[in-house]
Every structure is written in structure tokens, then in C-alpha cells.
């Protein structure tokens, strides 16, 4: 019998109303949300449902904010006795994952993602780095982009989401100038992504190094099932592993593509998104067709997903 995945969304899946029609419908999702409330010491769902979009939107503010949305969602899964093979997390969704794995109580992971995006935004000083998405660039043309960009700036691959996108970060002039040479070299865009820090690129090991107290001073436990962290693509079960994992995404890429091809080749074809948003549902298609992709977010997609998950 084909495994089940599930995917866990991260920063870019936001907008406010997220996660309002889950709060009303079901109680298992609500009660998240007023855990996550507690937790913080603000009304973390009245940014979720109401916004704005301008508070919404910074670092420490989005990422429990997604994170509670996925984990509410992740709840009413679990009262109708969905439960995943494997799960995996895209940047700050693998906390997410690992809330759903058992391996970190939701408190705990709001709070620890709520540092690690105020340390990451803290990492770099405004305007001095950027992100960009390379949209299919030439097989083999990354690394000599990248190359003869730097010009002794940092420039490197943060994402590596499908065949077809590549996102990287690093200093803003190095990104700009690798987003020419990657025109230059075939790529059919490159698109300067609306950030507020060059993410999972070496101008994070300051926000690495402050993150290491808070993840150290936090209990990890063993995966209830296993998780194909960012880091290494590799299935890992232990609350050591997940420790570390966490830890050493902050600087690293995310091997987004090489996750997925993991849980493929352990035998998963059906994916659920479990978050906001759908972006994991698209890359999906991209790096196999054959995979299929649904999306749990919002109290309107109950329906159809149980009724694709029952055929």
C-alpha cells in the first residue's frame, strides 16, 4: 500500500485569515491557537485571522504564526485519525514537523521559532543581503553562476526546491549580479524575492550561534515517525538528530527536490500539505509528476481531502 506524507509549509506561505475557518470549525484547532496565545504572551491568532499583512509579514512575527496554522491544521488530521508515514518541513516547517512527530511540544516550537526569526533578521543589517529565485536554469550552470558572482561577497544556493527553482541568497550585489549571469547563462527568470534577510546562506551563522542556547535549553524528543530533514535529506528519528538538523539549517541549504526523491524512494506517492497555502503542493509537480499532492489549510478542503485520501 502506497505511504503517506506529510508536508509542512514555510515563510512565503502567509496571509492573513489564515487558519480563521479552521478555528471556527473544529475545537482540536482552536485549542492551538489559544495554546500558542498563552505561549507567546499576545494574541498570536489575531494576527493570524485579522493581520495586517505589514505585522504579519515580519520574520518573528511569521514564522509561529505559520506555524501554529500548520500545526491546527495538523491537529484535526489527527482527530480524524490521518496520520502520516513520514513527515517533512520546508525551512521553518520542519518545526512544524517535528510538533507533529512528537518530537517538540507545540509551546516550546513557537517560542523557539519566534527567536530564530528575530535572530534571523537581526543576522543582517537591512539592504545588505537578498534572496532570488532562478527559474530553470541549465542543468550544471548553478555553480559557475554562482562563481564569477561572488567576487569575494557571499552568493549561494538557499533552496533547492525543484528542478525547475532554484532560490539563492548572499550579499544583495552578489545576488544581483548572479541573477544577470543566470539570465546570461539560460535561465528563463530571475526574480528578486520580497525578504527581509538573505536566508539559509553563510550570513546566518550569527543567528546559528545565538539560536544554539534556545535549542540546547529545549527538550527534543524521539520521532514518532521519522522526518527527511532540510540539512542532509536524510530520514532521522532520534531527538538528537532533530536537535542538530534545526540547528544546522539556518546556514545551509534547503534540499527541498532530494527530500521529496527520499520519501518517494521510501515509498510515498501521496502528499498532504498541511499549512497555509500551496506552494509545497506545486513544487510537488515539478520535481515528479507522478506524485500526488492535496492540501489541508483551511476548513473547506476537509471534504475533498478525505475523499481522495478514502479513494
Not at 505589514?54 to 490521518?82: C, F, K, W, Y
Not at 527559474?135 to 544556493?157: D, M, S
Not at 499532492?293 to 485520501?309: H, I, K, M, N
Amino acid at each position: 500500500m502506497s505511504k503517506l506524507a506529510f508536508l509542512f509549509p514555510g515563510q512565503g506561505s502567509q496571509a492573513a485569515g489564515m487558519g480563521k475557518t479552521l478555528a471556527d470549525a473544529y475545537p482540536a484547532a482552536r485549542r492551538v491557537f489559544e495554546e500558542a496565545d498563552e505561549a507567546l504572551g499576545f494574541a498570536l491568532s489575531t494576527l493570524c485571522f485579522e493581520g495586517p499583512d505589514a505585522d504579519l509579514r515580519m520574520t518573528q512575527n511569521t514564522q509561529p504564526a505559520l506555524l501554529t496554522v500548520s500545526v491546527a491544521a495538523h491537529a484535526v488530521l489527527r482527530e480524524h485519525g490521518i496520520a502520516p508515514d513520514f513527515v517533512a518541513g520546508h525551512s521553518l516547517g520542519e518545526y512544524s514537523a517535528l510538533v507533529a512527530a512528537g518530537s517538540l511540544t507545540l509551546s516550546d516550537a513557537v517560542r523557539l521559532v519566534r527567536k530564530r526569526g528575530t535572530y534571523m533578521q537581526e543576522a543582517v543589517p537591512a539592504g545588505v543581503g537578498a534572496m532570488a529565485a532562478l527559474l530553470k536554469l541549465p542543468e550544471g550552470a548553478l555553480g559557475g553562476v554562482l562563481a564569477e558572482a561572488a567576487q569575494g561577497e557571499v552568493v549561494t544556493a538557499a533552496n533547492l526546491n525543484s528542478p525547475d527553482q532554484v532560490v539563492i541568497a548572499g550579499h544583495a550585489g552578489a545576488v544581483a549580479r548572479a541573477m544577470e549571469l543566470a539570465k546570461a547563462a539560460g535561465a528563463k527568470r530571475a526574480v528578486p524575492l520580497p525578504v527581509s534577510a538573505p536566508f539559509h546562506c553563510p550570513l546566518m551563522r550569527p543567528a546559528q550561534e545565538r539560536l544554539k542556547d534556545d535549542l540546547d535549553a529545549t527538550p527534543f524528543r524521539d520521532l514518532s515517525v521519522p522526518l527527511v530533514n532540510n540539512w542532509q535529506a536524510r530520514a532521522v528519528r532520534t531527538a538528537a538528530e532533530a536537535r542538530e538538523g534545526v540547528y544546522e539549517q539556518v546556514p545551509n541549504p534547503v534540499l527541498w527536490a532530494d527530500s521529496i526523491r527520499v520519501l518517494r524512494d521510501a515509498g510515498v506517492s501521496r502528499f498532504v500539505e498541511v499549512g497555509a497555502g500551496g506552494v509545497l503542493t506545486g513544487l510537488l509537480r515539478n520535481i515528479d509528476a507522478s506524485l500526488k499532492g492535496l492540501r489541508f489549510g483551511e476548513a473547506p478542503e476537509w471534504e475533498p481531502l478525505a475523499e481522495a485520501l478514502r479513494g
